[in-house]
């Protein structure tokens, strides 16, 4: 892969995880503060994008895949979106704000797999140069954190019109980066060639948990800015920024693991990270216990690494060659897409009930909650999950 070619693919991923990274952490902090939005109207709103994760795979897979340009889709797409992101600002009704995030969504999150597409489809040996693209993703987000939080811009409508500008600005990039034709090809529904897998019991367990994990995934994603904001912590969404700081650094150490502790060990590590994590946040605070705080933001590394990242290499290694794609996807769908779907409506019913007043929670109470779900997920996995095979993976 040529250098100017790697250029622009790093500059596309970095876009494609800034925006993404400008509206979504702070989105329940802004609709408290502009739209006196409930915990349940908030849970709505993260649905939004579980709901379209659900449906991008079959918009990517039967359309986009077929007849267009993944380049050019993307650019469309991108631009599209970024008119959506200016107009956020203007609505102050709850439901309206809801349509236009879900639409949002159903813009934004299949412009996912076809970046992945570009990439791919310039590479010369995708295993080890793509890691080196991805990582400017992950660089994208922590940006534009560290920029929301320094600036304190958490309760602003500003974080709608920075990830505007920059889908814009991606969305006219995308019309310069490499052809990336059609496929051409006919193709069933995305993913359902991967139910074989269930007729293994260790996967179906696994598979299980994976969806049911995903309840106290969705606490993190939609209220942890929230309830920093609410104690009064300082550039919350800079320091929410270690967590992508720790999935980086973690996810260098999940080869070697995998090969030498196993699967079942990975997976558990991760889900016994989910309940220390929301343990520090129930019990953490301002003053002396202020670390817990921090131990919960940077444990997000082993949560997400050591189960989902986990969970992909145990998926494709389950699927072999032939179905590892279509793997893939139904394992996004079970949990970025239905496991985020349940866990967003269910968080913010679970925030609801915990309103000391209009501008404060009991938020010991409310993340006790995700960490009962996520014991009870690992006590589950330890009973049912037995995988007789040894796994590896190439480091």
Known sequence: MKFKVGSQLAFMMFFEYFIWGAWYVTMSTYMGEHLGSTGLQKGAAYSALAIATMISPFFVGL??????????????????????????????????????????????????????????????????????????????????GTIIGSCGLEKTATTFQLAAGASVLLGLFSFVLPNTPPKGRESQAPGTEAFVL?????????????????????????????????????????????????????????????????????????????????????????GANVWMLYAGIILHGVCYDFFFVTGYMYTEKKAGEKIKNAAQQLFTFATYGLGMFIGTWFSGYIVDQHVVTPATHDWKAVWLVPAYIAAAVLIYFILFFREKKQLTVNQ
């Open 63 to 144: 359309v986009a895949d077929r007849y267009f340009a993944a380049q050019r889709i993307m650019g469309i797409l991108h631009l599209l979106g970024g008119v959506l992101l200016f107009l956020v600002p203007m609505i102050g009704n709850n439901g309206v704000f809801y349509w236009t995030i879900l639409l949002y969504s159903l813009l934004y999150m299949p412009t996912i797999a076809l970046s992945n597409s570009v990439a791919f489809g310039q590479m010369t040996d995708p295993g080890k140069q793509f890691p080196w693209i991805r990582v400017f993703g992950t660089a994208g987000w922590i940006v534009a």
């Open 198 to 286: 269930f007729r293994e019991k260790p996967y179906l367990i696994f598979f299980i948990a994976a969806i049911l994990v995903c309840i106290p995934l969705s606490f993190y994603y939609g209220f942890a800015n929230n309830f920093l904001v609410e104690l009064g912590m300082k550039n919350s969404a800079t320091k929410m920024t270690l967590g992508q700081y720790s999935e980086g650094l973690f996810i260098l150490a999940i080869p070697f693991l995998f090969n030498r502790i196993g699967v079942k060990n990975m997976l558990l590590m991760g889900m016994t990270a989910w309940i220390l994590r929301y343990v520090c946040f129930a019990y953490g605070g301002l």
